[in-house]
């Protein structure tokens, strides 16, 4: 028998043999390390358990700085979080807005800058928020600072995630 007489030559079947092998071996480690790198984004989203601050006795309609810790999962490492919220009481609902400046993520303060004793300042850039938290036209932050989820029960203030405003 000649080679003309077979639909493929002994040169494509080596060749197709030998691709097919490569693929193979080439999947076989390629998977894993997707496996390893989409795992953590494949998983269902973080939980937006809401952590105990304080007590509403504790709140008064000044924004006060409160410090809480919570448990967090990023991909296999586990850490304790340590974040702080200005909490206060407006029109008898519970607020709790982001230290962080929406400018730059500077730290603000409330009530430190003797100008504008009822605003929010900070220092990096003199950026001001009023006291709802929405900045004040002219300074460098172009949206107003995040708010928490919050939840009252039972006396007690938690705090669930971080929403941005516009």
């Known amino acids: 028998m000649s080679e003309k007489d077979h639909k493929v030559s002994r040169r494509q079947f080596l060749t197709y043999t030998l691709t097919g092998v490569g693929g193979f071996m080439a999947a076989g480690m390629i998977m894993p390390m997707a496996r390893f ?35 967090q999962t990023d991909a296999w490492y586990e850490s304790e979080v340590t974040r702080e919220a200005y909490i206060y009481i407006r029109e008898n609902t519970v607020t709790a807005l982001s230290p962080t400046c929406t400018h730059l993520g500077c730290t603000v303060s409330f009530g430190s800058n003797d100008e504008h004793p009822e605003r929010f300042y900070c220092p990096c850039h003199f950026g001001m928020f009023e006291k709802d938290g929405i900045n004040v036209p002219g300074t460098p932050p172009q949206r107003p600072l995040d708010v928490y989820d919050v939840l009252v029960e039972d006396g007690k203030v938690y705090l669930g995630q971080i929403n941005q405003r516009t």
């Open 37 to 71: 790198a989409l795992d953590p984004a494949l998983k269902a989203g973080a939980d937006s358990d809401y952590v105990p601050v304080c007590f509403v006795e504790e709140l008064t309609e000044e924004p006060q700085k409160f410090q809480f810790s919570f448990e």
